[in-house]
């Protein structure tokens, strides 16, 4: 169990929670005795339990960002926070779906994001089945939309947040927040606390995973750059705790520093 | 001819040297007597003459873009505005290469410019068939380079400088220059002085052009977004004048306003 949970664990450098499932799952597999059948039924009952929580916190977080929204509220969001990307009804998302359901017929600015386009293929799918009125657009092009003034609120997950409240995000978050910061447009983080790593006092502690060459230069299996060029891959950037308006967390909107 | 000089200069809206270069051709056949061939042959004539005088105008441009390099410095470019996209060295691309001619061994930070990948497809290639050290990456990376100190200079192109200073550029460079901008990285638009529409107050009167929903959704013709979600896809942006450093041109780096 412990062989295999550090396999799992070490999967992802970046984002925190996975870390603190695997160790759960260690200490259960530790506190079970009896034959393997008994430990392996206690550590199902254990993921289990994960899930169930994750459901409630993603609930939670979904009610406590109401109060940030409005009838007609333009979101604009990055990557996918949706029920694709976690237990439940999401984080991010699961804010803009929640206000979808009490009737505010909230609109959503669905970044692409490159390279992997999560928005376009996960949110944009997510918030259609939802019938949530979005667009997909360039990452790029987000800042002209702020400047038009067509963005009230921007909504991001976080895969870890420092104590300092440093949120490391999928690449392409920290540029919204500057963006954000320069228009006077409210960026928030939305994750569960389980996504807070209280031991980690600031941002340049956290380990940016950099992925390979042909997500950016081969993308969707056809080349666009030449094979001789070097590629920038971050996984994840990071977005200092000036930027970050606020924390939505399943036990409420908080501020930094964060204690364990 | 009139016919068909309005049918080019009206194919993309936000350039303003194709308007130019079209109308120098209605005054070349205007000006002409004689039969088809005759004005035929002024037109040829013209044609080359712009084509020279751009070669002429985009070395001149590499000259005195050279003010602002220096050894090894890092640059960052968006879109492309090298050999491709001229009739010479190029403009943005062109200072870089000419200090790569002068063994100043520059480095380029290559955004790969959603959605037509203008980036890693021309601008690449054409650093990589000049030796020049260079990576490809999303556009959404550049912020965090930025964070890290590893950008000296923004160098981009313009479509079109309007009076004031602001500048129509393609799609993300206005998001650069805000990044830029808070990194207190400087930020030069790049470009003859034909982009210069002195007839033209503000960035706010350029139109810009916005073009179809497959560019972002069906990428190198794979479906990313849902066909049923709606797309933002402008193909330019404006940057406001207070965000640029200066104006590399063929006459030298100027600052607004621009008088006819």
Redesign the interface.
Known sequence: VDEVAQRIAGARPTAVNLRWAMERMRRRARATSGDAAAILGALRAEAQAIWDEDRAMCSAIAEHGQALMRARIRVLTHCNTGALATGGIGTALGVVLRAAERGLDPEV???????L?QG??LT??E??RAGV?????????????M?QGRVDLVLVGADRVARNGDVANK??T??LA??A??HGVPFYSVAPTTSFDTACPDGARIEIEHRGAAE??V????R???A???????AF??TPAPLVTGYVTERGVLHPPFEG
């Open positions: 600015w669905v970044d692409e994001t490159r390279p386009w376009a293929r944009a799918w918030l259609g009125r979005h667009a997909v657009l360039p990452d790029s092009a987000a800042a002209a939309l400047a690449v392409g920290y540029a500057v963006l910061h320069h950016v230069a993308p969707l299996g056809v666009v750059a030449p001789a060029s070097a590629v920038f891959n971050p950037d990071v």
